[in-house]
């Protein structure tokens, strides 16, 4: 399949996900992620990140209820497929990893055979095979000794090597979208910075369309080529990352960076930003802006329905305010 900036690999329309009558997690989400591309989505915990991911992936929990315009991958509507032919794309041009890798590698069984797993189901290919490519993938992503590290079980690896053999299972089929859920999250600071540096480089030499989840913004400013910031279920602020880093438009965009003078001088494990209170909880049909509560720029006007505006470059907003009244100074 060839594409190219104009055709992205994923693109999402007004995505939205349900739990019950009373949380609309995600609220008309929109979002498009080109061939070598990174395309980070950042916030606070609870704003619907991974609900997101899931939704594009259709791995939601019970109970939950999605609608979408689209969700196209290479053009093709997801939506519409049973969940027989997602499963055929799962893990095959379409891969995820996720925070903590225990809970995508099963404690049974071996590195090597899962990995394998992977390759034989959408391959048909023999074990022989499979386990060759395992060990060329583990290889690849800076494990040594990969021959007995396919021997080993989940357990009798490090945190960081377990991630390593993430990203690995995740490229067994040669995917050209890969979904990271916070995949550095719950390493170690040194660690979290050579896995990175891992994602980055593979990124760039399959040119993969990265679409890499977190809520740190250190992350973003080293990692993104777009970003989209999210806010209680929609995305208050998109563009290019370094547009959005130099100039950010959205109230809530510039509480976040306000307490990072240097982007990427952010520690692992501190909230976002400084702004006082919590990601609402928000029940369908709400209209206004979910974050007035908390903007020192709210006026009554917020309550009603909040237009997208555009800044430029490809560089949108979702406020009442225009772009060039939060870019100025002291706004
Ligand atoms: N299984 C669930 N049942 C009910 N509500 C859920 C469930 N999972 C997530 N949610 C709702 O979706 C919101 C977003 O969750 P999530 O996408 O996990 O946030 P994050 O941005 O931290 O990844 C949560 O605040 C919660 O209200
Ligand atoms: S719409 Fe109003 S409340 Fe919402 S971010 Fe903009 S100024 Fe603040
Ligand atoms: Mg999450």
Redesign the pocket.
Known sequence: MTNSAADPVLSVADLRVTFGERTEAVRGMSLSVARGETHCIVGE??CG???T?LAVMNLLPRGAARSAGHIRFHGRDLMGLSEREMARLRGDKIAMIF?EPMTSLNPAYTIGSQMAEVFERHRRAGRRAAMDRAAELLARVGVTAPGMRLGQYPHQLSGGLRQRVMIAMALMCDPELLIA??PTTALDVTVQAQILRLLQKLQQELGLALLL?T?DLGVVARMAQRVSVMYAGQVVESGPAAAVFAAPTHPYTRGLLACIPVPGTVRRDEPLGSIPGMVPRIAPGFIGCGFRDRCGSAMPECAGAVPLRDAGGGHTHLCRLLPDATRAPGA
Do not use: L, M, N, R
């Open positions: 915990s609870g990140k991974s609900v991911s925070q859920d916070e989840i809520h």
